[in-house]
């Protein structure tokens, strides 16, 4: 099942925080996010294993609500190389599914100057 | 960090023929390889999964002859489309299964191809 990402479009302007949220309809054992550019592939950003984990990288962080089945990606202060399209992706509980992952429809993240 | 290459990066072809992608891990060795498809202003479509040493499995509506997958190799991964039609026309990304510490495992993604049935 697809996980469902809210907002499906974001502009800002350089310097605005934006937050990207990826919930699940089923029990999630980690969360992975990308950033893809157009015309580009899809760029990992980071993984997070297990509920409450908080990641950062850079100005870029994110959290995991396992209860909730959900996690949020966090920009602050934008910047124009945070133009893309976001990502997140959910892994299969495993069998057949082990390893792979389901993206959902992705956050279009536009920052202007 | 990990590398992931894929050849070509561009591919225009006649209908009828048929295209062979590479996917490479330059650092790492990858026994789970995948392959996904994305159309314009849509999301990655899991096609399927690539085993080092044993069969590819696919997803649901992916036809395994038309999309032949092997993967020989720790580093390598090929996908070939038979007989390539303008609706196969697609990005096509690999991305290669990293085993970390504890339950960390990380996809990378290839650069992609980009292919054009004509």
């Known amino acids: 099942q697809q996980p469902v990402q809210s907002p499906q479009a974001v502009i800002l302007r350089e310097g605005e925080d934006a937050v990207i949220n990826c919930s699940s309809s089923?029990?999630?054992?980690?969360v992975h996010w990308y950033r893809q550019k157009h015309g580009e592939a899809p760029v990992f950003l980071m993984i997070?294993?297990?509920?409450?984990e908080q990641k950062g990288h850079d100005k870029i962080s994110a959290s995991f609500n396992e209860k909730k089945q959900q996690s949020s990606l966090y920009l602050t202060a934008s910047q124009l190389s945070y133009s893309g399209t976001y990502f997140c992706?959910?892994?299969?509980?495993?069998?057949?599914?082990?390893?792979?992952?389901?993206f959902g429809q992705g956050t279009i993240l536009t920052v202007h100057p | 960090g990990a590398v992931v290459s894929q050849h070509p990066s561009w591919v225009i072809c006649k209908s009828g023929t048929s295209v062979k992608i590479e996917c490479r891990s330059l650092?790492?060795?990858?026994?789970?390889m995948f392959w996904y498809r994305q159309f314009p202003k849509q999301s990655l479509m899991l096609m399927a999964t690539?085993?080092?040493?044993?069969?590819?499995?696919?997803e649901q509506g992916v036809e395994k002859d038309k999309f032949l997958i092997n993967h020989a190799s720790l580093t390598l991964s090929t996908l070939t489309v038979t007989s390539a039609h303008p609706e196969d026309s697609s990005f096509y990304i690999c991305?290669?299964?990293?085993?970390?510490?504890?339950?960390?495992?990380?996809?990378?993604f290839g650069p992609g191809t980009r292919l054009l049935v004509l």
């Open positions: 991305s290669a299964r990293r085993l970390g510490s504890g339950r960390q495992e990380t996809q990378y």
């Open positions: 089923k029990a999630l054992y980690s």
């Open positions: 997070l294993l297990k509920g409450g």
């Open positions: 992706g959910t892994p299969g509980a495993g069998g057949t599914s082990y390893g792979k992952l389901t």
């Open positions: 650092d790492f060795q990858a026994t789970t």
């Open positions: 690539s085993n080092e040493g044993s069969k590819a499995t696919y």
